[in-house]
């Protein structure tokens, strides 16, 4: 992938160039860090013309290399005001690596208000108005669309959160089934791609030659191992090909980590009746269909689909985070409505984690009650017609909190924590604490050494709180390495876990450009990732101080195990000593 | 004075005890900044139970000292996450100095929802419900108390957006009249005493003796000078009395330096249909009042009433700020709407600057169009009426920016700013963005230096970038020094200008409290205030990056002077080099 496509929405330029030196042998989040790093002001406002947009297939991404179709897309934030990467599955990735696209940089605001498409193939890339997609959600602006251009493309899209702006707004792609149903959630890169007046984006590959990756027969042979090594996983191999990531609920609520209203407790009563086990077997007494791959190639397959009682789509096969959100954060225990909850956000473009937050903070104060699952759909009502009440919801769990004057608010660095009780895995607390996302799970992803399955990895139990930056600086470091290469996270225990996995994946690298990466390089990727993120933010305004979780999980234990979180803030700063 | 009240509202304690040594010869701003910062977690939510809210007359306040009747009120605040202290006139301040308390620290959080008033005389404080007061503005809440306490007390209340805990709220004091109008508005202090369950706080000083002040006649001799020096100032002792602080506003457009339209331009066409004489002209022909002293003693006296064309009381003469706020800001000179804007303000107890902010961010949305009104009257009936988009607006401008998805943001440290151009009048520039409080005029005011109105300060034009740094530095170490006294901070010129007023001062306060200081203790007092606020900061999250004016101001030229905002970030870095 040797090409750049800058698109400047102020002159309505759309201009291919090659990929300039300083931006060379990065991919994915490595990329779209070092075009914000290099080229967005960092004390600028993220909804305003210095900002840019930028879209950005893996290393590996169109090659067949497994898991590799993750597109990343990185901005300034408008949730956290510092430097973003959200990352999703689907189609576009890997047909933007096959028109050998490194990266679209979206510049400037339209001078005037109205919406625009790009439609991307080989023959280049067209700016179109598209005033027809105004105020649609992602299903029928990509309805619309089909009907011009088919399901053979990629479309990259954004709801009406997108469209009017708001913190919580993501970015979706379309999956096999042409559904926009894949998101970058996460940092409110949605309304960043609304501002630039871009509803959405069409990526037509046909035509396209196959992605080269210099000797075939070495390039298969470090496929086989790595996707070897994927599948022997007990994670990546059974269990979520069998229950998607929503596998880990039952487990983490054993383990006494799953946060359950508002993060009041570790365990929720109602876990089993949203566990992967109960949602495979509706999936499958409904008849939708499931262990299927969000993008070809990817033999973890933990995408699925969920009908109603009457056997009709009601959404996706929700994810852990958002079974999560819209389950015991809210105290709602019927996966009918959880799935539901998720279908509206993913048709609206917000975040279904920062929304389900947003919607504990409304329970909170009450406005509706926890474990109210019609109260939590009229919510998501009010999201999905853009009121007031609904943009404040659009807007993240911290400016929800705000103007619903709610004082217990788990956000860091301005965005919603996850589902993981960060006073038990503490190795995750010490992630959501440091990570220049925010509180952000995929940046750091601790649980499985602190859950003691990690063999090739020292054990950090997950309650101590020795070790636990030293652990996380690690994951940190080591994803954001994965995250340059396209590859799906999910895959990252096998990445530690198996002996094969990560010299096959640099095999496959070194193979495709003919380099010569060593497993130090790979480490040094990763912290040069992490270093240039940690810089803007300090640009932006960010301090050591504001890696720390909010008070209330310093001082309040949380049953059943009764902990806190008791990781002294001398050792927080110690994450960045590399 | 030498006692502080504790409120503990978990345990619904009162308690007096002697100021320990660590808080004494402080008063004003330098003790609750002092408590707040010995006290209060700088990591803790500001609505949480770990904050308190701080209450302090000034070091002469109580005394027969001109001007000496402001009280302090401070927190860690909502709107800014970072430490605050906001002033108010009015009759509370002088009446706890005569009932010796130094401070009244309100801590923790009532259990139960339910909604408090604390009542103290010279036999004590009483905590008492207050059930009936839910949902009333700081009018009816003073006319229901009125009925039991009298005319004669003090009253400190909070409106229904206090009650909220919306992030804008403000806490009022009732002026000589009775009137809720004086207000502590910036930093949403409103929403922390709404937080404690507290809707008003009666101060009766009934019985109590004067306030010793040492020799009588030194003091008084003291005195003359100070009140000689304030009245011989052309600000202070002309413009003010019968301009009240909107005397500015003419000054300030014709110096191409008033905000106009969310800070598009220096000056504003409406601006001689809003100025101070044409409110002073529309006063008289109403049969208003004006030149009244907001607190007993003050020789200032640029308080005023303001009727309607019907003479009935519309609200108090606005000043300055909330002229502007609701005037150039949003392009309406109609100064009936203004005052009606404010008084709505007043009642629900908003700070009129950021809900003026606010409601320039919903004009920026499309919501309503600058210029209008009728419509800036319609949004402040959502305020009122406390709906969604009433709560937004009452959240700060950077909030509503947020949820209305403007990238047009004209705040620091999530707090709006004021009416000096800070690309013109480049002192306040520097005040704005490098002051602890967030973007606030008061603690940093360089315009009259910057104007070349004081002779005994090196004249630094407005429009240089040299020196402004330094400028501001001297401002915001003397004003702190100033409001630990209960001097208002309007007769800051004077106290720079005139060679008797500090001498003066340091004679009232070395004779009431047999000490020593010299003009280099004050400035040292001043100095400890702004560190240890400094430093709070810094443990909340604060960083040097935080000390900059959004970037539009380095980039947008503004007519009619067509500068920008040159001080580099730098020499901003230099601001706390003390």
Redesign the interface.
């Known amino acids: 992938m040797d090409r750049l496509l800058r698109i400047n929405m102020m002159t309505k330029q759309a201009t291919f160039s090659n990929i300039p030196a300083k931006y060379s042998a990065l991919g994915g989040r490595g990329l779209t860090s070092a075009i914000v790093v290099n080229e967005v002001?960092?004390?600028?406002?993220?909804?305003?013309e210095?900002n840019k947009l930028v879209i950005a297939p893996g290393l590996l991404t169109g090659t067949p290399a497994s898991c590799s179709g993750r597109l990343s897309i990185g901005a300034k934030s408008?949730l956290t005001g510092g430097i973003k990467e959200s990352s999703t599955g689907g189609l576009a990735a890997q047909k933007l690596a096959r028109l050998d696209i490194a990266a679209i940089v979206i510049e400037g605001l339209p001078p005037e208000d109205k919406l625009y498409t790009i439609h991307i193939d080989s023959s280049g890339a067209t700016i179109l108005p598209a005033a027809e997609l105004r105020g649609l959600g992602n299903n029928d602006t990509v309805a619309k669309l089909t009907k011009r251009y088919g399901d053979k493309v990629g479309y990259i899209s954004i709801g009406q959160a997108g469209e009017?702006?708001?913190?919580a707004s993501s970015i979706a792609t379309t999956d096999m089934d042409n559904i926009p149903c894949r998101h970058a959630g996460r940092g409110g890169l949605g309304?960043v791609m609304?501002?630039k007046g871009i509803k959405a984006i069409i990526v037509d590959d046909s035509g396209t030659p196959l992605v080269p990756v210099g000797d075939l027969k070495e390039f298969a042979r470090y496929n086989k191992m790595w996707a070897g090594s994927v599948l022997d996983d007990a994670n990546t191999g059974r269990a979520m090909p069998a229950y998607g990531s929503a596998a880990g609920i039952s487990i983490i609520d054993q383990e006494g980590a799953f946060p359950t209203k508002n993060f009041r407790y570790g365990q929720f009563e109602g876990a089993s009746n949203i566990s992967g086990k109960t949602m495979r077997k509706i999936i499958k007494e409904r008849g939708a269909r499931q262990t299927l791959p969000c993008s070809p190639g990817c033999v973890i397959r933990c995408h699925r689909t969920y009908y109603d009682k009457d056997g009709n789509y009601l959404g996706k096969g929700p994810e852990y985070e958002t079974v999560w959100a819209f389950g015991a954060n809210l105290e709602i225990d019927d996966l009918d409505v959880i799935v539901e909850l998720g279908e509206i956000c993913d048709d609206c473009g917000v975040d279904t984690i920062d929304t389900g937050v947003a919607i504990a903070m409304a329970m909170e104060a009450g406005i509706k009650q926890f474990g109210d699952g019609q109260g939590a759909l009229e919510l998501a009502g009010e999201v999905r017609k853009g009121?007031?009440?609904g943009?404040?919801l659009s807007?993240g769990a911290a400016?929800a909190a705000?103007?619903?004057?709610?004082?217990?608010?788990p956000v860091v660095k301005g965005q919603a924590m996850v589902a993981y009780e960060p006073r038990v895995i503490k190795g995750m607390g010490v992630t959501l604490a440091t990570s220049p996302m925010g509180a952000d799970h995929t940046s750091g992803y601790c649980t499985p050494v602190n859950l003691g399955w990690i063999k090739n990895w020292r054990y950090v139990p997950k309650l101590q709180a020795w070790g636990q930056v030293d652990l996380s600086r690690a994951m940190q470091i080591s994803i954001a390495a994965m995250d340059c290469t396209g590859l799906c996270m999910f895959a990252h225990t096998p990445l530690l876990n198996a002996p094969d996995a990560l010299p096959s994946v640099l095999g496959m690298i070194n193979t495709k450009y003919d380099w010569n990466w060593s497993v130090d390089d790979f480490d040094t990727l990763g912290k040069t990732v992490l270093r240039m993120e940690r810089d803007f933010n300090?640009?932006?305004?960010?301090?050591r101080?504001?890696d720390?979780l909010?008070?209330?999980f310093y001082k309040e234990p949380v049953p059943p195990l009764n902990t806190v979180f008791d990781i002294p803030d001398s050792e927080l700063d110690r994450l960045y000593d590399f």
Not at 538 to 543: D, K, L, N, R, V
């Open positions: 002001h960092p004390q600028c406002h993220p909804l305003a210095e408008p009017m702006k708001l913190a309304a609304g501002s009121s007031y009440l943009r404040i807007s400016t705000r103007v619903f004057g709610v004082n217990r608010v300090a640009g932006a305004g960010f301090s101080a504001m720390r909010p008070l209330f």
